[in-house]
Every structure is written in structure tokens, then in C-alpha cells.
């Protein structure tokens, strides 16, 4: 499975991104697929999930900002963010995993996804 990211980019306070995630590989509707970030210095943390169950969730840092989607048919996941913040200045990472625990919405650590995108730079200012 390969995972690639794009839609990163430097944007006012306040402002939208929305970044993509296209997967290969596998072409599975039931994959679990969240995306993380990691600021400098700081460690990666997970924002958001839409689990192979349907189910999605979000830290509470973002709830209510960021929206998570995905399209099975072209095997992307999305992630609106909207009302940006500096604090949401990181490298936003796309996951996955197919296993059956994450299918039920509860993987939140960077140990529960086994693939990885490289990464895409969103900085607020």
C-alpha cells in the first residue's frame, strides 16, 4: 500500500486548506485511513479518522474545523480544514490500516497504522 498526500501550502489565519490522499495498492472500501501531524520539535499526533466502519472521529483540537471524507471509487481520503490556526502548522501525514480493530474507529496512535504517505507542509500564519 502506498499512500501519497498533496494540497499542503502556506495560508492566513483563518483561512481553508484541503488536503487529498490518494492509496494504492489496495483498493479495499474497509480500509481505515486517518491522518496525522507532526509540528517541529513537537511529536506526531493523529487529528482524525474515518474508519472502514464508517465511523470518524477527531481530537478535540480540530472538532468542528476539519472534516474528513473519503471517495472509495478513486481510493482518496480528504481533509477539509477550515478557520486555520498557527497552531495547526505541521507536516499532515496520511495512514492506513486494514485491519478490523482500527475498522472500528478506535486507532488514535501512530503504532496502529502500518502505511505511511511522506507527508504534506500546511503553515498557517
Known amino acids: 500500500v502506498q499512500l501519497v498526500e498533496s494540497g499542503g501550502g502556506s495560508v492566513q489565519a483563518g483561512g481553508s486548506l484541503r488536503l487529498s490522499c490518494v492509496r494504492s495498492?489496495?483498493?479495499?472500501?474497509?480500509?481505515?485511513m486517518a491522518w496525522f501531524r507532526q509540528a517541529p520539535g513537537k511529536e506526531r499526533e493523529w487529528v482524525t479518522t474515518?474508519?472502514?466502519?464508517?465511523?470518524?472521529n477527531y481530537a478535540d483540537s480540530v472538532k468542528g474545523r476539519f472534516t474528513i471524507s473519503r471517495d472509495n471509487a478513486k481510493n482518496e481520503v480528504y481533509l477539509q480544514m477550515n478557520s486555520l490556526k498557527p497552531d495547526d502548522t505541521a507536516v499532515y501525514h496520511c495512514a492506513a490500516d486494514s485491519g478490523t480493530w482500527c475498522a472500528t474507529g478506535r486507532c488514535r496512535s501512530r503504532a496502529e497504522y502500518n502505511y505511511w504517505g511522506q507527508g504534506t507542509q500546511v503553515t498557517v500564519s
Open positions: 495498492g489496495s483498493t479495499s472500501s474497509t480500509v481505515s
Open positions: 474515518h474508519a472502514g466502519s464508517g465511523i470518524t
